[in-house]
């Protein structure tokens, strides 16, 4: 435990920490099946943990034994997490948003690449929607870079993964 003088933890505690955050990310997160060239997938695993435990950021594992997006719905085309299932949950989480008074837009610009959809209210955080799968590489440079936003990962029907950015590793601005 850290003194009174010091706020630092023993590094073997700090690793075991970042040990048991990324063993729940590796578990949790399905990621695109494409190689990302040239970035270390541990190393992204590690840094988003990293994120975690520092408090730049906050995490939610929404799991629930009912559908979380209102009615209950069954996909009997395509298999999980393929093009058709992939279609029918933006239409089923967008519907979901709508219902409750947000504006929803299909495929917004991020400061890396696109979301499957946003969820806008007045006054409120922005929320950032990803389908399935994730791209690590841009799941991380936006969760650095976009304060004050929200990443919700829907993973299936029952579960979605929240990311709150709380403070923001470095500003990102476009030219």
Same mark, same amino acid.
Do not use: Q
């Given at each position: 435990m /850290?003194?009174? *003088?010091?706020? @630092? =933890? /023993?590094?073997e505690i700090v690793e075991k920490v970042i040990a048991k955050e990324t063993k729940w990310l590796?578990? +949790?997160?399905?990621?695109? @099946?494409?190689?990302?060239?040239?970035?270390?997938?541990?190393?992204?695993f590690r840094r988003l943990a990293i994120l975690i435990i520092s408090g730049r950021i906050r995490t939610k594992d929404?799991?629930?034994?009912?559908? $979380?997006?209102?009615?209950?719905?069954?996909f !009997? %085309?395509?298999?999980?997490h393929g093009k058709e299932w992939h279609a029918e949950m933006m239409k089923l989480v967008a519907t979901y948003f709508k219902? !409750?008074?947000?504006?929803?837009?299909?495929? /917004?610009?991020?400061?890396?690449?696109?979301?499957?959809?946003?969820a806008y *209210?007045?006054?409120?955080?922005?929320? =950032? %929607?990803?389908?399935? +799968?994730v791209s690590l590489y841009k799941l991380l440079f936006n969760l650095e870079s976009m304060e004050g936003s929200? =990443? $919700?990962?829907? $993973?299936d029907l029952n579960?979605?993964?929240?990311? @709150?950015? $709380?403070?923001a590793s470095y500003k990102y601005y476009s030219t």
């Open positions: /850290p003194s009174n *003088k010091s706020k @630092s =933890f /023993p590094w590796k578990e +949790t997160l399905i990621e695109i @099946s494409k190689n990302e060239e040239g970035h270390c997938k541990d190393c992204i929404i799991k629930s034994s009912v559908c $979380l997006w209102g009615k209950e719905k069954s !009997l %085309i395509g298999k999980p219902s !409750l008074d947000y504006n929803v837009a299909i495929e /917004p610009n991020l400061n890396m690449g696109r979301a499957d959809l946003a *209210k007045k006054d409120g955080r922005d929320l =950032f %929607i990803e389908i399935g +799968t929200d =990443f $919700l990962i829907v $993973l579960h979605a993964i929240e990311f @709150s950015i $709380l403070k």
